[in-house]
């Protein structure tokens, strides 16, 4: 079977910008996380008349494929405590459920302003702080460590399960603000937590058959060698380039945001 037969419902255009999106939505992600803020938009302007669903079950399939290639990049260079990541992936995993429960009863919008004002607290914070995610800045008992992980965990993946952008960078953050980690650190456990939601989402939307198999599996090839070019140029480059891209990302996601209220 020839490609032009597979994605020939689908035009030349819409093919090949899913192909580089998904890509540098990988590229970004596996460095800081925030990969949504580029894949949903892009699925939402080519297929502008698709239900919701079936555009966030595509988008899961592709980004849970490249964060998985990527988590499994930076276990090979970082040592994890899997006390401590199995507490937070527990954590993540039940409060990502119970924020897409809560979507059916709070409309989201509503809350996007304090998002914003969040957004724009971490980001002159992190501007201002210039050594913020350096080096390992704390070190905490294993006890507390745990809690403060179960909760970074439960607050961000509940965020996951109700809006979902940019949860990566929002665990990054987490774990370099609370638990003291490097951005290279925090970054490599955001992406082993980061596949544990879009799993629990992705169950999900697979069993009502919410999905685009030609575009999922388009976008999951591309943005697995995204993740992979990323989480290698993360690695090699260290703290102070992943802090110069979290900045991008938290100042593109007040910009996305702002948008959203302003229209």
Do not use: H, W
């Not at 032009?4 to 990988?26: P, R």
């Not at 590229?27 to 079936?54: H, K, M, R, Y």
């Not at 980001?123 to 800045?137: E, H, N, P, R, V």
């Amino acid at each position: 079977m020839y490609l032009s037969e597979v994605f020939s419902d689908y035009s030349l255009f819409c093919v090949i910008s899913l192909a580089i999106l998904g890509f540098i939505a990988g590229f970004i992600d596996a460095i800081v996380g925030g990969g949504g803020l580029i894949q949903i938009p892009a699925l939402l302007i080519n297929f502008p008349n698709t239900n919701l669903p079936s555009l966030f079950g595509t988008n899961k399939i592709a980004a849970l494929s490249g964060t998985s290639v990527a988590a499994l990049q930076y276990s090979k260079k970082v040592k994890f405590n899997y006390k401590l990541l199995i507490g937070i992936c527990i954590s993540a995993f039940t409060a990502s459920y119970l924020g897409a429960k809560t979507v059916s009863y709070i409309n989201a919008d509503s809350l996007k302003p304090l998002v914003l004002i969040i957004l724009i607290g971490i980001a002159i914070y992190t501007f201002i702080k210039k050594d913020l995610g350096s080096s390992q800045s704390k070190e905490l008992k294993i006890s507390k460590q745990l809690i403060y992980a179960c909760i970074i965990g439960f607050v961000v993946g509940f965020y996951d399960g109700f809006f979902g952008p940019g949860t990566g960078s929002f665990f990054v953050l987490g774990f370099v603000l609370i638990l003291g980690f490097d951005f290279v650190q925090a970054s490599a456990y955001a992406k082993l937590v980061n596949c544990i939601t879009n799993i629990s989402a992705l169950i999900v939307f697979i069993k009502q058959g919410d999905y685009l198999i030609e575009i999922a599996i388009l976008m999951a090839i591309t943005n697995i060698t995204g993740n992979i070019i990323g989480s290698k140029l993360a690695l090699k480059k260290g703290n102070t380039f992943i802090r110069y891209i979290f900045l991008f990302i938290v100042c593109t996601m007040i910009i996305r945001y702002a948008y959203d209220i302003i229209f």
